[in-house]
């Protein structure tokens, strides 16, 4: 909760701010990497840093936590807090780094803002970085010991012992602890971080989703390799897609995320686009392995069969689930899936029960437009979940 003393100060200069908030960011990272340049070669994800991904998200929190400590002053954004905690975790953030954050963040703001961040200004923003900041501390220091770590201390040696081409795009890599022990459990819905040393001595992560159910003797990612006409292609997706293989040993951290698999009874929507449907799959295989009986409708859409990561393992769990049911969309079916739509997946004539429960994962179009038709049929704001591959866009919202 803010101040009685900075909250009207915040309200009078969120437009100004928040106007600047873009400026600001790019500034930041612009003196922090210069200050720590070895936190762009071995924290950051370069490529989000050089499209301008990474600034975006950052504004947005930013601002929309600003916001919420204005408009709803006995409330914490605890969803939108939870995310991005979830991931500082996975990429083994310390306390100690907000501290340096805050530094180069204020001498942005003061550069780009100049005369106008007077002593009481830079006070009461002060007092919304710290707010966040020790939230988000709190929060990790939560998952750090749940994870049962030390303070950035997740990563583990595991070793590839299966490797599989699912479609053109995507591979698959089963992975085991080096040390011969069984994988660690985690929640169906979680993702991991993976490190790669990359030809130019940089340790660049990346977070890839646990694609198979918890309690088995090996973990299981599926990673897609990202490739845009406008853009290089990933760095470590297109490593991992050249030069890994069985045998082969990769530094993962500790499974983290907050789109899991919801205790009980109720029924579930799980709807993903593209490769968006891993965390789904674990979800899937989970219940089946649970013998649970819950209603599951399951939509998935992608560009065909032949692209669709996992197909025949996704309608086989559905298919096994006593209460499940699988709905299709494809770009272009074709003889290989007669009985799928095309086009964009429309919930709109699903037949959902009132107290479904959602779960979206996939490109962000996809997710905007499944929340906004789920929205429309009256399915309350917080039954709907996401998770996002990469920057989160979408914070606040």
């Not at 204005?70 to 996975?90: F, G, T, V, Y």
């Not at 750090?144 to 479609?167: L, S």
């Not at 050249?242 to 951290?253: K, N």
Request: net charge negative.
């Amino acid at each position: 909760m803010l101040s009685d003393q900075s909250a009207p100060v915040v309200r009078a200069t969120l437009p100004a701010v928040g106007a600047a908030i873009g400026d600001i960011t790019e500034l930041f990272y612009r003196k922090l990497f210069d200050a720590h340049p070895e936190l762009l070669r071995d924290v950051f994800n370069r490529g989000n840093q050089a499209g301008g991904e990474q600034q975006k998200a950052l504004a947005g929190s930013i601002a929309a936590f600003a916001g919420l400590l204005l408009d709803k002053p006995d409330a914490r954004p605890d969803a939108m807090l939870a995310r991005i905690a979830h991931k500082h975790a996975s990429l083994g953030v310390t306390s100690a780094q907000y501290k340096v954050v805050h530094r180069h963040l204020f001498a942005a703001m003061a550069e780009v803002l100049g005369d106008a961040v007077t002593v009481e200004v830079a006070a009461a923003w002060d007092e919304v970085y710290w707010l966040m900041a020790n939230a988000l501390i709190a929060i990790e220091a939560g998952l750090y010991q749940e994870a049962g770590a030390a303070e950035g201390e997740v990563w583990h040696r595991m070793e590839i012992t299966e490797r599989r081409q699912e479609t053109p795009d995507v591979v698959s890599f089963l992975l085991r602890p080096g040390d011969g022990h069984p994988a660690a459990s985690f929640r169906p819905g979680q993702y991991v971080s993976v490190q790669v040393e990359l030809p130019d001595g940089a340790r660049q992560i990346r977070q890839y989703s646990l694609s198979a159910a918890p309690g088995q003797q090996f973990w299981r990612i599926s990673v897609k390799r990202a490739h845009d006409a406008t853009k290089p292609d990933g760095e470590v997706s297109s490593w991992l897609h050249e030069h890994a293989q069985p045998g082969d040993v990769l530094t993962v951290s500790a499974p983290f995320g907050d789109l899991v698999l919801p205790e009980g009874e109720g029924p579930l929507l799980l709807a993903s686009a593209g490769i968006g449907n891993t965390p789904m799959l674990a979800m899937l295989d989970h219940l089946l392995c649970t013998g649970s009986a819950r209603r599951v409708i399951a939509v998935h859409a992608d560009r065909s069969p032949a692209d669709h990561a996992h197909r025949d393992e996704q309608l086989a769990l559905v298919r096994a689930l006593p209460d499940g049911r699988l709905h299709l969309w494809y770009e272009v079916a074709g003889e290989q899936a007669p009985k799928a739509a095309t086009g964009r997946a429309d919930v709109s004539g699903l037949d959902l029960p009132e107290d479904v429960s959602a779960y979206l994962c996939g490109p962000l179009p996809f997710m905007r437009a499944l929340r906004g038709d789920l929205l429309r049929r009256g399915v309350p704001a917080e039954r709907i979940h996401y998770e996002v591959f990469g920057p989160d866009l979408w914070l606040g919202q």
